[in-house]
């Protein structure tokens, strides 16, 4: 059964950091990339960053480029989003999810998904 349990989420102030971690099991770790994307209160979910366990490959939205950081520990089956000068508007539920296939690409609704967890950035 594949499961991805997210964790780190919570309140910060703007200009602040957080780092969530998606601990993956059920499936080989590097056959399949994961991705991180966010579900504000009344928009659609939306990717943020996808990165391929195999060859590290990433991709960021743009409005997360230089302040966000997507990295994998094969080794935990675990991957990290580093969320640095946080603004309000990146408040949201982020989800963590798996595709299988060696590439990211696209970044966009991947088959498996964790349960969420919410970043709140105050202003």
């Known amino acids: 059964e594949v499961r991805l349990v997210e964790s780190g989420g919570g309140l910060v102030q703007a200009g602040g950091s957080l780092r969530l971690s998606c601990a993956a099991s059920?499936?080989?770790?590097?056959?399949?990339?994961i991705g991180w994307f966010r579900q504000a209160p009344g928009k659609e979910r939306t990717a943020v960053s996808c990165?391929?366990?195999?060859?590290?490959?990433?991709f960021y939205v743009d409005s997360v480029k230089g302040r966000f950081t997507i990295s994998s520990d094969n080794a935990k089956n675990t991957v990290y989003l580093q969320m640095n000068s946080l603004k309000p508007e990146d408040t949201a539920v982020y989800y963590c999810?798996?595709?299988?296939?060696?590439?990211?690409?696209?970044?966009?609704?991947?088959?498996?998904w964790g349960q969420g967890t919410q970043v709140t950035v105050s202003s």
């Open positions: 999810a798996a595709e299988y296939g060696s590439s990211w690409s696209p970044c966009y609704e991947y088959e498996f």
């Open positions: 059920g499936f080989t770790f590097g056959d399949y990339a």
């Open positions: 990165i391929s366990t195999s060859d590290g490959s990433t």
